[in-house]
């Protein structure tokens, strides 16, 4: 059974580092053609694609954020780690990630952690 | 790169059929055909309906198809039921290593 949980901090302040982590189960991140995602949907927004890393540590960002995001993994936790810096009250919205591969769509995804940027 | 665009709702009532269009740029479908749609009930995590433009992941009912044409692709919801009121995303390849979410659509069973 494939399960996936993101866990970080509900608030974070303006200017501030936001880390979230996606522990998952289920799979293998160090199997061939694994891959997982962070998504993001603001309150009454449509969905953004933000990140992905691969199963060979290949990582890809979406354009506009990539100067503030960076993807990792931790193979041996079953673990996802993304990074945000200098987050602004325009981030604020629900931070998930998702299992899935270029063709495959996002087959699995997390609940989702909600954040908020205020001070 | 600017999110697909969505009508932002669709209506049908039980029996019925709901076909909801996604579309974009020429950059953001050419060539592509990894095109997926997403079913989000309020409060839940999305669930992945379609892939590959027109293939449906085990347990999704036959119910459930989609297509693409040039810069547009769509979702056919058939013999709508009381669940499938829900929101819709589209989501597309984009190049480059990107991907591109739909503005997404509230389907209401009438």
């Known amino acids: 059974q494939v399960t996936l949980r993101e866990s970080g901090p509900a608030l974070v302040k303006p200017t501030e580092t936001l880390i979230l982590t996606c522990t998952f189960s289920?799979?293998?991140?160090?199997?061939?053609?694994?891959?997982v995602n962070w998504i993001r949907q603001p309150p009454g927004k449509a969905l953004e694609w933000l990140a992905r890393?691969?199963?060979?540590?290949?990582?890809y960002y979406t354009t506009s954020l990539r100067p503030r995001l960076t993807i990792s993994k931790d193979t041996s936790k079953n673990q996802v780690v993304l990074r945000m810096t200098d987050m602004d009250p325009v981030d604020t919205a629900t931070y998930s990630c998702?299992?899935?591969?270029?063709?495959?769509?996002?087959?699995?995804w997390g609940q989702g952690a909600l954040v908020t940027v205020s001070s | 790169q600017s999110a697909l665009t969505q009508p932002p709702s669709a209506s049908g009532s039980p029996g019925q059929s709901v076909t909801i269009s996604c579309t974009g740029t020429s950059r953001d479908f050419r060539g592509y055909s990894y095109v997926s749609w997403y079913q989000v009930h309020p409060g839940k995590a999305p669930k992945l309906i379609i892939y590959e433009v027109n293939k449906r992941p085990s347990g999704v009912p036959d119910r459930f198809s989609g297509s693409k044409s040039g810069d547009a692709a769509s979702l056919t919801v058939s013999g709508l039921q009381d669940d499938d009121e829900a929101d819709y995303y589209c989501c597309s390849y984009a190049g480059s290593d990107n991907f591109v979410f739909g503005t997404g659509t509230r389907v209401t069973v009438l």
């Open positions: 890393i691969d199963w060979d540590d290949d990582k």
């Open positions: 289920g799979f293998l991140l160090s199997t061939s053609a694994m891959c």
């Open positions: 998702a299992r899935g591969c270029s063709s495959s769509g996002f087959d699995f």
